[in-house]
């Protein structure tokens, strides 16, 4: 019994130091030496985590042509690609592409492509960046930064792609997030689904909610509202301009539907919301309104006033009355601070009640949905008021 286990550990002492010798041979052939080698500029790099790798211990201090970990892998700086089932290290520079199913972490500058499901970490360079969650760069960005999440550079010269935010200092070129765009200095283009902020833009600014900034040399588009120092085309609901214009007016029109309306925006564009009453009906009397304007031929006296407003009326029970106007409404200053106006409005009517119906007598012609009671038309009204400047 003892002979035999002899022979099973002297056959299994022969199998291992069969095998390290063929690791040996294999790794000279390819002129590579054990670990603990010299640094060596251009090699190719092996390894399954560090210090498991053709470069052993010395691995941080050298500079390899090609990297392939089964994990992770660690270098001074990769002249190549690198490839990591986890994450690549590289405390200096790298050129080319680096992949890593989790992270990439460039500890200066990354020229070429970073690629990781989850996270790259960089001092800055002309590298494109691709990330499942961020992208993060200590310095200036001269490429592109896609991730799930958010992007985070000091200055970008290119584009920003996140599913939630983009941050940056400078921005010389779009950026688009799902919900928020942030540049502390300049930027060009703004897209977010919520909010876009920057020092100053010379693009524009679209938003779903909110767009802040300072000189806006464009346009901004807000779901609701636009706040900048200094902007003649924002397109929202409520536009706090502080060199533009803001107005609190009380108007009326043929359907005898009285609004207290706010009017705010640019010297050209401007934003319109009310809530009102109306006086000729029994049931669907609280009405509201929204919209958007610009200001044509102005003057100290005159100017021509051209809006686009939707206007609702409810009871808050069953039925519905919706009109889209187009006015043309020339207004004229009779103080500093006060102004009329009043003109023609171009109607489209969709409504399923008989007051809706009776509002208006003249169309220019109508019809009813098959499908359902709702009754459409188009026709000819007017409308006038006046409005306190400030």
């Given at each position: ?139 200036n960005v001269k490429g592109a930064q896609f991730a799930g999440f958010t992007n985070i550079a000091k200055e970008v010269t290119g584009v920003q792609f996140a599913g939630f935010a983009n941050i940056a ?13 942030l540049s502390k200095k300049d930027a060009g283009v703004q897209f977010a689904g919520f909010m876009n902020k920057a020092k100053d833009i010379k693009g524009s600014q679209l938003a779903g909610f909110i ?180």
């Amino acid at each position: 019994m003892r002979q035999k286990m002899n022979f099973r550990i002297y056959k299994t002492n022969v199998q291992m130091q069969t095998l390290k010798t063929l690791i040996c041979l294999c790794l000279s052939a390819t002129g590579f030496t054990a670990f603990g080698q010299n640094k060596i500029p251009g090699k190719i790099h092996f390894g399954f985590v560090y210090p498991l790798s053709t470069n052993g211990t010395h691995a941080p201090l050298d500079t390899n042509n090609l990297s392939i970990h089964l994990l992770a892998g660690v270098s001074a700086s990769e002249q190549g690609a690198s490839f990591a089932g986890l994450s690549n290290i590289v405390r200096n520079d790298t050129e080319g592409f680096q992949f890593a199913g989790l992270s990439n972490h460039i500890g200066k500058q990354a020229n070429g492509g970073l690629f990781a499901g989850l996270l790259n970490t960089y001092g800055g360079g002309e590298a494109f960046a691709v990330a499942g969650f961020a992208n993060f760069a200590s310095g200036n960005v001269k490429g592109a930064q896609f991730a799930g999440f958010t992007n985070i550079a000091k200055e970008v010269t290119g584009v920003q792609f996140a599913g939630f935010a983009n941050i940056a200092s400078q921005v010389k070129g779009p950026q688009f997030a799902g919900f928020m765009n942030l540049s502390k200095k300049d930027a060009g283009v703004q897209f977010a689904g919520f909010m876009n902020k920057a020092k100053d833009i010379k693009g524009s600014q679209l938003a779903g909610f909110i767009n802040i900034a300072g000189k806006v040399k464009g346009a901004q588009l807000a779901g609701f509202i636009n706040v900048a120092d200094s902007s003649d085309y924002p397109i929202g609901i409520i536009n706090i301009v502080k060199n533009g214009g803001k107005s609190l007016g009380v108007s009326t029109d043929e359907t005898l539907t009285t609004m207290l309306s706010f009017r705010s925006g640019g010297k050209i564009l401007y934003g319109i919301i009310g809530l009102g009453y109306n006086f000729k009906n029994k049931k669907e009397v609280y009405a509201f309104e929204a919209g958007i304007g610009a200001h044509f031929f102005q003057s100290n006296r005159f100017r021509l006033n051209a809006e686009i407003v939707g206007t609702g009326l409810e009871s808050f029970k069953a039925g519905e009355y919706f009109k889209t106007s187009f006015k043309l409404m020339p207004a004229f200053k009779i103080t500093p601070k006060l102004e009329i106006s009043g003109g023609p409005a171009f109607n489209y009517l969709n409504t399923n009640t008989i007051e809706g119906r009776g509002l208006n007598k003249s169309y220019i012609t109508s019809w009813e949905n098959k499908w359902g009671n709702n009754f459409q038309a188009l026709y000819v009204g007017y409308g006038g008021g006046i409005q306190y400047l400030f």
